[in-house]
């Protein structure tokens, strides 16, 4: 099993910055990609961005630019720094894995909790 916690999450005004984190953690053998998800009120969650296990990144279309997506170098902690954020940007943010693990024969996704990512004036 595969436990991912993640902080970071608050309320901020437009134009505002946050940095989430997200930590993985039990006895894993490898982790094929880490990523961020959003889910906003009455929306499906959608992709923000991921990263995966050779480095490459990708990027939802509207927060290119914005968002950076990074890791650690145990490549066990994510992080997503977003910038310039806008009101539309509000959601609940998922940190997610695609990770192998102890207890299980093949690469499997996990997620965190979630949090709350508010942007108003």
């Known amino acids: 099993q595969v436990q991912l916690v993640e902080s970071g999450g608050g309320l901020v005004q437009p134009g505002g910055s946050l940095r989430l984190s997200c930590t993985a953690s039990?006895?894993?053998?490898?982790?094929?990609?880490m990523g961020w998800y959003r889910q906003a009120p009455g929306k499906q969650r959608e992709l923000v961005a991921v990263?995966?296990?050779?480095?490459?990144?990708d990027y939802e279309e509207s927060v290119k630019g914005r968002f950076t997506i990074s890791r650690d170098g145990g490549k066990k902690t994510v992080y997503l720094q977003m910038s310039d954020l806008k009101s539309e940007d509000t959601a609940v943010y998922y940190c997610?894995?695609?990770?192998?693990?102890?207890?299980?024969?093949?690469?499997?996704?996990?997620w965190g909790q979630g949090t709350q990512v508010t942007v108003s004036s």
């Open positions: 997610h894995s695609e990770a192998w693990a102890r207890g299980s024969t093949s690469y499997m996704e996990y």
């Open positions: 990263i995966r296990s050779g480095g490459s990144t």
């Open positions: 039990g006895t894993i053998f490898d982790i094929n990609a």
